[in-house]
């Protein structure tokens, strides 16, 4: 039995909400990386100097690739468990929490009103930081690699999902298999369950 609405409804602020359905994955597009840079910058005008690390991960990072036309922002501030650190700052700049993951690497994610976008949240040094920025970096290097993930993106994506993290999920199996060929360090299973980028 799938245990994926017990474990979202841990981790969601509210009620995760379903999909029920296929995914629509749009062709690349040119504007996405605009589309960061914006955020980028309301997120660094909001947090200053907190702002460690701002990165566009996901596949709308990776030119040429089809993805849902969600931008993937991740965000490395000093201590995400220290959510007054920087929580209302960037909820006064139009930011939502939405995903409190505080057994997998103090996790969070953030949604935006007016831009469909994910911004996760982890502490600086965070090795997921590392798994996210060479996946992204390996796709955009390799196009064997990106034309083998993409053509499992769109397998699964024609599925009908009840909600959008299963099949993050199911892609799980080649995200692992391309960053094992990149190098970067294995998933640290003992931090417990975990929402990957979709």
């Known amino acids: 039995m799938d245990d994926t609405a017990e474990r979202l409804r841990d981790i969601w602020i509210g009620e995760p ?5 296929p995914i629509a994955l749009a062709d690349y597009d040119p504007a996405w990386p605009a589309a960061f840079e914006r955020e980028a910058a309301r997120i660094r005008t909001a947090l200053g100097s907190r702002a460690l690390l701002v990165e566009h991960v996901g596949s709308t990072a990776v030119p040429g690739l ?3 036309p969600r931008i993937d922002i991740l965000l ?3 201590s995400s468990a220290d959510e ?6 960037l909820e006064q700049a139009g930011y939502v929490l939405k995903i409190r993951e505080s057994t997998w690497h103090e996790h969070r994610v ?5 831009t469909d976008l994910n ?11 590392e798994r996210m920025l060479r996946f992204r970096d390996w796709l955009r290097a390799h196009p064997d690699d990106l034309q083998l993930y993409l053509a499992t993106k769109r397998e699964l994506a024609a599925r009908q999902w009840a909600y959008a993290q299963q ?3 199911a892609k799980g199996h ?3 298999e391309i960053l094992a060929r990149a190098g970067a360090p294995p998933r640290n299973d003992d931090e417990g369950e975990h929402s990957q980028p979709t």
């Open 174 to 176: 080649v995200v692992e």
């Open 76 to 78: 490395a501030v000093a």
């Open 110 to 114: 953030f949604r935006s009103a007016d």
């Open 17 to 21: 909400p379903r999909h029920d359905g």
């Open 167 to 169: 099949y993050a999920d």
């Open 84 to 89: 007054p650190g920087y929580v209302p700052a």
């Open 119 to 129: 911004l996760h949240v982890f502490t600086a040094g965070c090795s997921e930081i």
């Open 66 to 68: 089809a993805a849902k």
